[in-house]
């Protein structure tokens, strides 16, 4: 169980527990909901209390998120954790391994080793992932352990790309393009006028071997968005077949999450974590002769 406390001070006296834990805290409705189900989940003074009720100045007011059963298989692949606070999991996730289970995959996925890990800890809890990556995209992954950590960082991690694409770019641009299924039955997208919004803005960090490193950042968070953009202007990732790249190098798409940024649950602190470039992205660059690039300036890793 996972437990919130709050101390009711005289600017938030008179405010019921609903507009005191959604307006200043930031839970959701659906968290409440489920909250109000549990006979502990929210507390007044150590008695039970309902979310009508109205706060006091010093009341004590407790929120206690109960531990779910996974319903995922345990399994122990090493995968290296870069970041853990009460709340979060930062994962190292390694290229060819993907996030969720699925049909054809119950054991080898980032959602099999977390359940190993809570298993292990005997702190059983649901698999949530904030920002999923793609199976052959290697990078920093953020679990949230709870529902209203969930809550609170979806669409709120700041992330940054490195990609090797095929081709000598611009030395930066944006492209700005919306991205559409290709059909009702296929993963695969592309640009379509018709679909989502999508913007992407890159920088060039290096050129050689006819191809560049860029850094990118994502307003919008589209499937596979740097792959259809990168290969709509002309420049596919190393490695991406299905949008056109090329194997010379790698065989895996060269797309790596290399920085997450979000705010702490606890406290709203900044918390930047930076994820190592895989060997194999490496090994392309060095082929390249491009150097190893080195974290984006004014950010700095936090444990």
């Known amino acids: 169980m996972r437990p919130f406390r709050y101390r ?65 298989l345990a399994t122990d692949l090493c995968v290296p954790v870069l970041y853990e606070d009460a709340d979060v999991l930062v994962f190292a996730k390694p290229a060819d391994m993907p996030v969720h289970p699925a049909k054809k995959n119950q054991e080898n996925t980032l959602g099999n080793h977390y359940a190993w890990i809570m298993e292990e800890r005997n702190e059983p809890a649901v698999f949530r992932p904030v920002n999923r990556l793609d199976r052959d995209t290697s990078g920093a992954c953020v679990v949230a352990k709870h529902q209203h950590a969930a809550s609170l960082l979806n669409g709120k991690v700041q992330k940054s790309y490195l990609a090797l694409v095929c081709g000598i770019t611009p030395p930066s641009g944006t492209v700005d393009a919306p991205i559409a299924r290709r059909d009702d039955f296929d993963i695969l997208r592309m640009v379509s006028p018709l679909g989502q919004s999508a913007v992407t803005h890159y920088r060039a ?94 950010t700095e890793e936090k444990r």
């Open 205 to 298: 960090l290096g050129v050689g071997g006819g191809c560049t490193l860029l850094r990118l950042w994502l307003e919008t968070g589209r499937t596979h968005q740097i792959r259809v953009h990168m290969s709509h202007i002309g420049h596919p990732l190393e490695g991406d077949l299905r949008y056109g790249g090329r194997t010379d190098l790698l065989t895996r798409q060269a797309l790596h999450c290399e920085q997450v940024t979000f705010s702490r649950v606890e406290d709203g602190s900044c918390v930047t974590v930076q994820a190592p470039l895989p060997q194999d992205f490496i090994a392309a660059l060095q082929q390249c002769g491009i150097p190893i690039p080195t974290p984006e300036a004014g």
């Open 8 to 72: 009711i001070g005289p600017e938030q006296a008179g405010m019921t527990v609903e507009t005191f834990l959604r307006r200043i805290c930031g839970y959701s409705s659906r968290v409440l909901v489920k909250l109000k189900h549990y006979p502990d989940g929210l507390t007044l003074n150590g008695e039970h209390i309902r979310t009508v009720d109205r706060l006091s100045e010093g009341d004590l007011l407790g929120v206690n998120f109960r531990s779910l059963e996974s319903t995922i």
